[in-house]
Structure formats: C-alpha cells, structure tokens
C-alpha cells in the first residue's frame, strides 16, 4: 500500500499495538494474551477469561474467586433503567434495548464511567449487568417476573437464568460457558474499533461500549447467526440442503456462517462449537440442526471451497439452550463487553487519538448561488 492510496475498510491495515489477542488467520489459531483459544475453551470458564483480557495473566484461585463474586454483586439495575425497560415496546429490537439501557446507566452511576484506569470497575460492572438488561426485556415482554440474580450462579449460568427463569443443566452451563468464551475478544473487529475510537477522544467507557453496542448491531457483523437458523428453516431436511444452497449462490446470494476477513482456513470457534452442537444436541435428543448444518457445510465447501466460521454453529447451540433468535447477537454483546472493555482499558493506557484521512474526491472551486437564483 503506498502513501494516499485508499484502503477501502480499512481492509490490511494495521492500526495499533495491542497485547490482548492475536488470530492467526493462515494456522486458524484465536489467542488471548498468549493462550489458544482451545486450551481455555476446553479448561477455563468465562470469568477466568475475562480477567485474563483484563489484567493481561490468568488469575490464581482467590482472584478467580474475588473476581466470581464481585461479578455476581454488580448484577442489579438502579430502578429507574427497570422502568425504562418495562416501558419498552415488546416489538423492540433487542440491541436497540441494550444500546439505551447502557446509556440510561451511565446516567446513573457517573463515577463508574471515568475514563482512565478507573474503568476496570466499570468494564466488571457492564460485564455483570448486560444478563440482567436482556433478563428484564425477555421476560417483560413475555408477561412474567424479573429475574432473579442470584449470588451463587456463574456468569454462564446466570445469563440462561435471567433469559429462561429456569435453571440449567450442568451440560448447558458449560456450552454456554465455552460459548461466552470463544466470543470474548476477536483484535480488531468493527465494534472493537468503534469503541477504541470513542475512547480515543478520552470519552468515557459507557460511551465506548454504547458505540460498540451500535456497531455491533449491523448484520455484517453480528447477526449472521439468526441468518443460519433461518436458512436451516428454509432447507428443512438434510436432502435439500444441496439444492437450497446451490440456488442462493447461482443468485450470487451470500451463505450465512461461511467466509472470514481474516481466517482463511477454518475458523477455530466454528471447530469447537460444532462439537458443542453435537454434544447439546445428542443430550437433548434433537440433532437435526447438527445434521443439517454438516449437510450445508458440505455444499458449500464443494460450491465455493469456503470454511465456516464462528456463526455457523453458534445459533443451533443458543437455540438448543433456549435462547430465542433476536436475543443471539445481545447475548454476543455480553461476552464480548470484556474484549471491548479490555481494548478501551489498553487505549486509555496508550492514548491516541483515532482519526484516519479521507481522500477528497469532490469539486474545489464552485462558485456560491445565491438561495433565490438557484433553480
Ligand atoms: N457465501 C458466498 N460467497 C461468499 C461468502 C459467503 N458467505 N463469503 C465470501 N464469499 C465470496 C464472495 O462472494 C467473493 O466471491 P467473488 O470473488 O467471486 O465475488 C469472495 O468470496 C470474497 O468475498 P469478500 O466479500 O471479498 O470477502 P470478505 O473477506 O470481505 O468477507 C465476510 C468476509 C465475513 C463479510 C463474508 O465472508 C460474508 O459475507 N460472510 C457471510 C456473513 C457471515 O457469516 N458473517 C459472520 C462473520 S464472522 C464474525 C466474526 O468474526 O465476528
């Protein structure tokens, strides 16, 4: 790339140091602070991964533990972003919910939005606090009670607590768990930047996390899962998988869960959570998504040589554990609130302002019509 050529979507371009996470597109490796996404899908829990992103080491066992129940003690909403909540059309689009209720917070809690090293407090506080958010819209909306934060649950399983009012298995604590964790953080993805650069201009970390909110919300980034559970609508049975998805590509129609900016081989969480699927699945009884997601795999590996990515397989794992669709890319958020967190925490840290050129391409030297002469 040379100097003033533009790089449409940044696409290629690297614009800042960062310790938090590395992807190796070519290998299909994720890393946090040094450590495979694998090993801590397979071995650690969400909390544990949350404070590697933000303290940059793994945490021994009265950190783990310190961690846990500061988490579980940050979960309840001020009253007044309750009655925002309950005021909520039901018909809203659950990001739109989650994007007003962090602002409304910031309202409230003005010492937690500093911007600075502070902000750790505020990064464990919207980490613990995003469950409860979609908890009230969920249930609000469905006619029943708040839910009920209760101290001794994980994170993984209070987020299925305050979304299903029920408790959950063991199995699914865990899918959800290693769920959360291969969400965390992924360098620099859209929303991730967008929050970085809000807090470049040394805003607040509210206000960065309410940009990611917004950034995250777009179906090129989030969403893409929602889109997978409905084609699998579409095809049905696994026999008709070759047919649908050869029809959508002769239209040059784009298969969800499938291509990646960077990884070129397959995505590392796809491996994992198709195994998740399986297992969920098998447990439950209900492996069609699972066989109608090898089916499509199939087809489009032959058709297009493409490798799936994280949400090929993320949906028919939420939608195994009960969470309904428009709450998929909400619940994205609540895990990747660490990662946008821990990239504010590093931007506050190494403070530079975020502001790219643009290349003019328009008129320099029109002369000024009078409002009355221009026809
Ligand atoms: N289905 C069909 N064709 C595809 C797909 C797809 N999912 N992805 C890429 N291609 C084709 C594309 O049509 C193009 O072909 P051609 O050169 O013949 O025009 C070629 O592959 C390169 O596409 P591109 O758009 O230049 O590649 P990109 O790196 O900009 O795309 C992507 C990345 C994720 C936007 C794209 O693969 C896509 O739209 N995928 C579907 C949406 C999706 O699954 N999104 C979730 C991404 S993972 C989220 C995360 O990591 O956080």
């Not at 590697?52 to 009253?79: C, I, N, V």
């Not at 809203?92 to 917070?105: Q, Y």
């Not at 305050?162 to 992924?186: C, F, N, P, Y």
Request: with cysteine.
């Amino acid at each position: 790339m040379s100097a003033g050529e533009v790089q449409r979507g940044l696409e290629d371009v690297v614009a800042l140091e960062s310790q938090i996470c590395f992807i190796d597109g070519a290998q299909g490796r994720l890393i946090y602070h040094g450590y495979d996404i694998r090993e801590l899908a397979e071995h650690s829990t969400f909390e544990e991964v949350a404070y590697l992103l933000w303290y940059g080491r793994l945490p021994t066992t009265h950190q783990l533990d310190e961690l846990r129940k500061r988490l579980a003690s940050l979960r309840a909403l001020p009253d007044p972003v309750v009655r925002i909540l309950h005021e909520t059309p039901p018909s809203a689009n659950a990001m739109d919910v989650l994007r007003t209720a962090v602002s409304a917070l910031a309202l409230f809690e003005p010492a937690e939005t500093q911007p600075g090293a502070s902000s750790i407090g505020g990064a464990q506080r919207l980490t613990a606090v995003l469950p409860t958010i979609l908890g009230h819209f969920h249930r609000g909306r469905l006619g029943l009670s708040p839910p009920d934060p209760s101290p001794d649950l994980s994170h993984a399983a209070w987020i299925l607590n305050a979304i299903r009012g029920t408790e959950a298995s063991e199995l699914e604590v865990k899918g959800m768990d290693v769920a959360l964790i291969l969400h965390a953080d992924h360098e620099l993805n859209a929303s991730t930047f967008a929050a970085r650069v809000t807090a470049s201009t040394l805003s607040d970390l509210y206000s960065a996390v309410t940009s990611a909110i917004g950034t995250l919300k777009g179906p090129l980034h989030g969403g893409a899962n929602e889109r997978v559970m409905e084609l699998l609508d579409e095809i049905g049975t696994p026999p008709r998988a070759e047919e649908v998805v050869k029809s959508k590509l002769s239209r040059h129609e784009r298969i969800m869960g499938f291509g990646h900016r960077v990884y070129k081989v397959e995505d590392p969480r796809a491996t994992i959570l198709r195994e998740w699927s399986r297992r969920i699945g098998q447990a439950k009884g209900n492996l069609k998504f699972y066989d109608l997601l090898r089916s499509v795999e199939q087809v489009v590996h032959t058709e297009k040589g493409l490798y799936p990515n994280v949400d090929l397989y993320s949906g028919s794992v939420y939608t195994l554990l009960g969470i309904p669709r428009d709450l998929f890319t909400p619940l994205f958020a609540s895990s990747r609130v660490v990662g946008w967190t821990a990239h504010v925490l590093e931007e506050y840290q190494d403070l530079r302002l975020i502001r790219p050129t643009a290349r003019y391409v328009g008129p320099t030297d029109l002369a000024y019509v009078p409002l009355e002469k221009r026809g």
